[in-house]
């Protein structure tokens, strides 16, 4: 009982400070985006978003290590074998060192395609030089993250995000303050980059400070341990290929097929839709070390109430979230920027299918990346990517940006939406999936139907102004919760993951 209020407490901890990581990140993103717009352009926005995308094409490079080394992780932990731990810093620490200098290399190789992927009215000026910035921000990050992937998988990954909060906030602040005086993109990457490089070293150094023995020398490790490490490795890699093929696709296709200019108008969406997501993502990824920990010490029957907890939670969650975002986002564009950016409300629908499958998946996800179910769902993955890429290309042709994102959902719901289910359910909790299909299918519905009733509410208000916007939101806001509440307020999750709130607090009174 005690181990497991334990792992509880951890988790709180790691999704309190992640989500207060992001709620000062989503403010000042919005400040950052719209001193942004007016000072550098729209343009530069679209190359910005542009950028991202081929640096997350580039990270592919790291064949997965990131997630197989966190799974490495898990039982010596548990185990507090502090030499295997060493054993294995050691191993990914000169893995990493290759890793960045691929990274580099590859990156410097792209260099001369740059003019074609750019889709603009006008020249862009040291394209190069912006390009290079922003890929050193992201090589240094895998120089340290050998060491703060220990955090991580100890269930201490707050301390990371401590960390990050301040260097964030400083980043964005001083990218604000070089806007408004100078309106110049490369000092605006290069305070970027230096920031980065200041936030992982600084992190590094903590995790070396908490974990002092990994500095130690030791002996390799087997022979045996690195051919299990590279056979998850190779599951992990396709994962990681077709995941990148998958999300990070869409402003490239957008650039060739529609304009540079357009990456812009849809990164702005993409702003509000990943911070929202990444708010909900890391209420799970909060707990994927402790279900390790979970899949290593308990059987069946706790994986599976465990389970249940957290789809219930991301019911509930995503009947709220996805038909606010799809019925507020556009007059929120509107106003924050004005009625040009707006794209529309069924291409919010399609990124509102693409958001909803991006939550409800979480608890999935957290298990797969704790039991290492990778290794048997890889192919599905691949399958995904393979049909999105070419329904993108192709829906983008008829439909424009509606087809691109819409094409993604539709490789979801098509492949890994009902496959990797499948494989959980009957191997981890010895349970028959189609409770969690129906379970699914019916939330789907119960968002359809809210959207649809959210469409009849909004015919009554005019939006002129934010204070509008506001009171809109409250309405659709409020109503949301209710239905929620209304349907899931008794499902056993729910009461599962209130009865373990009480044993907390219970344990916290105690302990005061």
């Known amino acids: 009982m005690k181990s497991e209020i334990g792992r509880t407490k951890r988790v709180i901890e790691n999704i309190s400070y992640n989500i207060i990581n992001q709620i000062i990140t989503i403010i000042l993103s919005f400040v950052s985006r ?3 717009i007016w000072g550098i352009g ?6 910005n978003g542009l950028f991202s995308d081929i640096l997350s094409l580039l990270s592919m490079a790291d064949l997965g290590f990131n ?8 039982k010596p932990l548990v185990k507090k074998d502090y030499l295997k731990i060493t054993q294995l810093t050691n191993f990914y620490k000169k893995v990493y060192n290759i890793i960045a200098i691929v990274i580099t290399v590859l990156g410097i190789c792209l260099v001369p395609f740059l003019p074609k992927l750019i889709n603009l009215d006008y020249d862009i000026p040291n394209l190069t030089i912006y390009y290079l910035l922003s890929l050193l921000s992201v090589v240094v990050s895998y120089l340290c993250i050998y060491k703060t992937t220990i955090l991580t998988a100890d269930q201490r990954g707050f301390v990371i995000t401590k960390i990050t909060i301040i260097t964030n906030t400083l980043k964005t602040v001083f990218q604000i303050i070089s806007i408004l005086i100078w309106k110049n993109y490369i000092i605006y990457l290069m305070i970027g980059t230096l920031v980065a490089i200041i936030n992982n070293l600084y992190a590094s150094h903590i995790a070396s400070k908490e974990y002092p023995f990994i500095k130690n020398d030791s002996e390799p490790i087997s022979k045996l341990e690195k051919e299990n490490i590279f056979n998850n490795l190779k599951s992990v890699f396709l994962y990681k290929v077709s995941s990148v093929l998958l999300n990070a696709t869409d402003n490239i296709l957008i650039s060739i097929l529609l304009g540079t200019v357009m990456v812009g108008y849809y990164s702005n969406y993409l702003l509000l839709q990943t911070k929202i997501t990444t708010i909900i ?3 799970f990824t909060s707990m994927t070390a402790s279900i390790g920990h979970l899949i290593v010490t308990e059987g069946k029957e706790k994986r599976y109430e465990i389970f249940q907890c957290q789809q219930s939670i991301s019911f509930f969650i995503c009947g709220i979230i996805i038909p606010c975002y799809v019925l507020l986002v556009d007059e929120f564009i509107n106003l924050w920027l004005g009625n040009n950016y707006e794209l529309g409300f069924i291409v919010s629908c399609a990124i509102g299918l693409n958001m909803y499958l991006g ?3 979480q608890p999935l996800w957290s298990y797969r990346e704790a039991t290492g179910l990778y290794r048997r769902t890889k192919w599905i993955m691949v399958i995904c990517a393979v049909i999105n890429l070419l ?3 192709i829906l983008g042709k008829i439909f424009g940006i509606f087809g691109i994102i819409v094409a993604s959902g539709i490789a979801r719901v098509s492949t890994y939406v009902w496959y990797e289910p499948h494989i959980l359910f009957r191997e981890y909790f010895g349970v028959h999936e189609k409770v969690y299909y129906s379970q699914l299918f019916r939330n789907m519905f119960l968002i359809i139907f809210m959207v649809l009733i959210g469409k009849v509410i909004s015919d009554y208000f005019w939006i002129n102004s934010f204070f509008k916007w506001i009171q809109k939101a409250i309405v659709i806001g409020i109503s949301a919760v209710v239905i929620a509440f209304f349907i899931y ?5 729910i009461v599962i993951f209130k009865k373990k709130m009480r044993d ?7 302990s005061l």
């Open 504 to 510: 907390i607090l219970i344990d916290l009174r105690n």
């Open 281 to 283: 993502s890391l209420v």
């Open 34 to 36: 719209t001193v942004f």
């Open 67 to 74: 997630t197989a080394m966190t799974y490495s992780f898990y």
């Open 391 to 393: 329904l993108s290309a």
């Open 42 to 47: 729209i343009g530069y926005l679209g190359i």
């Open 489 to 493: 307020g008794r499902n056993k999750g």
């Open 359 to 361: 939550c409800v998946l």
